[in-house]
């Protein structure tokens, strides 16, 4: 969508910023993207054939606890290593205060 941003936030993550965006929608698009890599297999001339996952960390504002833009990649960050640390190739949610 117009208006959306993608960008490499470090070595192997990426931030995508959905304004005006409901949590039930970033959760959609996370669960599309997340289901589209890990139908694709890639040929590496050294690797030979490599199935590659992703994982996402949603988080969205207003909500409690989140009142900066730093909050807000923080509790993502948080939704991301718990999806990592559940067995990777999923979607996590921030889901308050309490769960950071």
């Known amino acids: 969508r117009e208006g959306d941003i993608i960008a490499r936030y470090g070595g192997e993550e990426f931030i995508i910023l959905l304004p005006m965006t409901e949590v039930g929608g970033a959760i959609d698009l996370a669960e599309r993207m997340r289901a589209q890599v890990a139908e694709q297999t ?6 030979g054939r490599l199935h ?14 989140i009142e900066t833009a730093d909050q807000l990649v923080l509790y993502a960050d948080k939704a991301l290593y718990r999806a990592k640390n559940n067995g ?13």
Request: net charge negative; charged share 20%.
């Open 88 to 100: 990777r190739n999923r979607v996590e949610v921030y889901k308050g205060e309490s769960d950071g």
């Open 52 to 65: 590659v996952t992703i994982s996402f960390g949603v988080a969205v504002s207003p909500a409690p606890g």
């Open 42 to 47: 890639w040929e590496h001339p050294s690797c």
